[in-house]
DNA sequence: TTGTACGCGTTATCAT
DNA sequence: ATGATAACGCGTACAA
């Protein structure tokens, strides 16, 4: 690869001449600037980037620190992601941590190294808290789900208004007796889920039954699982709230296996509105979230702050929006009467 | 942040002792190795690694370039890709380019500008061929789809035995009237899977039509709309190949609004087998591609190529498995009636 | 075993 | 407007 010092043979100026004619080309006169930028072609120049950035300190580089790529709600974020640090010309190093503490903390020493600027987090954990970094401002922004007490900006959704508004559009239906199908039971947009699930109840002064909450890890695969122990009840629920499009329609397939009509006979609920979600049978009523602005928002953020543009730590709250489709309805008018099982008391 | 100097500054030693003892630890003695590393630790050293990649001229970077990771199949195979890319201690720079070629060129360049050492491409176009490498290996991997004569290793599966494995499913069961929906026309990964149909319609004695095949773009909507456009012909096709199983996932929705029934009315088939095809209403019958594999062969490659462990350039095709579920079915009876259309000739 | 000194490719500072 | 040179942080050849 040739150098720019042999670009300034070729031209016959200095070195400082051929950086200056192409990074301030107006410090430079005509006719020496045409004769560097006939050398440079000549050479086939290329700058060494490598060496740029060795110099200036700074990488231009992302680190995304992401649970699982194959999450398509992740997906969406990822894209958006990449939209905006191409348009700031930075670079996004992808982080596919599967939720691993340790790997994450792994990942945040290419930020120690230099090897990065900063870093996003998909996760409710901040993998600097065990690696004193010396900087004031944490070069780091949460997205998704969000620490509580995060160090540094946050992009997030008002989770417990949108599993709020979720749970009231299903009590508007009839229903009473509603589960949940959650995520991991640690993870704070869990919590914060859970809960506008039981402001709705409350405010509509139904009864909180705890059992009714079902443990799921976000897969398709854990929304069957989930259903079938809640099909295993005595009291079967008349709609189910999936905390994901895929353990909804995880649901709805076991649903059907059990020759169980949605909606007519339960209704369920997603959260995402990922592309699948308008084509599963039926359609999933879900919460849309604005994936792909996550990621960018995310992204410029975390620019803001290598950038020192910012001044406080912002926290961006995106909206929601509920989105009606077909896997939710009315609850049956022979219900109410299953609702008081003909137990004989012993 | 601290460097080397001040580390020796600290156990007063040479800058060079420090370098050693970190990196050749055999050649120094126990006791000034103790005192450096005392004195890394009192300073809180972390070796600039951006310091350490321009010395060395190696990013331990690789790009990829992927058409969209929005594409549950793509997301599988970065998963792949970033499992042995960690494992071989580097990193992946993600490009997401939506297929145009100019983004993609701008990625390459990339490497060019030593930002990264090598290249995964997973669409038929080289990014590097207006770009005058010079290096005599190209520092590329091609996988997933295919150019016909890669410069470079390639990855790929036999799409055309695929596509005939599963043209030769639908014919076992008595269809003579397949539809294909295809992947973007220009595409090898498309021309394969239409001559993998053609070569077991050939082998069963039955004619080629070629109206009977539809473009699509992989997407759920395209599945949906290229079905609908099937549903208009006269003679209503008794089975749907789709190149994807988006597009299949689509099409099932298309079908059951018109009434249809699969597989009883009509056969459907996908191909990739993402985790959404099991859960589809009927569960996808398709063809099974060991995405993460993909991902971890591209990368080992590559890094073979940038490492100089490869001779020549190997071609690695990986196995593929028919994967049936309940979208496919015998063909009806009442069909092979309304196979010889009353047409009066003129 | 350890230290000195150079070089990687670039940009910035200071002269001219 | 241009040139000479130091500096960035590190690894290593060579000398001691």
Chains 1, 2 share one sequence.
Request: charged letters at 20%; hydrophobic letters at 45%; glycine letters at 4%.
């Amino acid at each position: 690869m040739s150098n720019i010092r042999e670009v300034a043979r070729l031209a016959e100026v200095s070195v400082a001449t051929v950086s200056r004619a192409l990074q301030q080309p107006e410090l430079v006169s005509v006719k020496t600037r045409n004769k560097v930028l006939a050398a440079v072609k000549q050479a086939g120049y290329q700058p060494n980037l490598l060496a740029v950035k060795f110099r200036s300190g700074k990488s231009h580089n992302l680190v995304v620190l992401v649970p699982t790529v194959a999450n398509v709600f992740f997906a969406r974020v990822i894209s958006g992601m990449q939209e905006a640090a191409q348009q700031r010309r930075y670079s996004l190093l992808l982080g596919n941590t599967m939720a691993d503490d340790n790997a994450e903390i792994a990942y945040a020493r290419l930020v120690q190294t230099s090897q990065a600027d900063g870093l996003i987090q998909l996760r409710a954990f901040d993998p600097f808290a065990t690696l004193d970094m010396t900087t004031e401002r944490l070069p780091m922004v949460n997205a998704c789900e969000v620490l509580d007490k995060a160090p540094c900006p946050v992009v997030t959704l008002d989770n417990r208004a949108a599993a709020m508004a979720m749970t009231e559009h299903l009590l508007s239906l009839g229903h009473r007796n509603i589960a949940m199908i959650k995520g991991p039971a640690r993870s704070p947009l869990t919590r914060d889920r859970v809960a506008g699930y039981r402001d709705a109840l409350d405010a509509a002064g139904v009864a909180f039954d705890e059992t009714l909450l079902c443990p799921g890890n976000f897969t398709l695969q854990s929304g069957h699982q989930a259903t079938a122990q809640l099909l295993q009840r005595k009291q079967r629920p008349t709609a189910i709230f999936c905390e994901n499009d895929e353990m909804a329609i995880g649901a709805l397939q076991c649903l059907k296996q059990h020759g169980l009509k949605v909606p007519e006979d339960i209704s369920v609920a997603g959260f995402d509105d990922i592309s699948f979600a308008a084509f599963s049978d039926p359609p999933l009523t879900t919460i849309a979230q604005p994936a792909e602005e996550f990621g960018r928002t995310a992204v410029n953020l975390l620019i803001d702050v290598l950038e020192q543009k910012l001044t406080l730590l912002p926290k961006v709250i995106l909206p929601f929006e509920l989105v009606l489709r077909g896997s939710t309805g009315p609850v049956k008018m022979s219900e109410p009467a299953t609702d008081t099982p003909a137990v004989h008391l012993t």
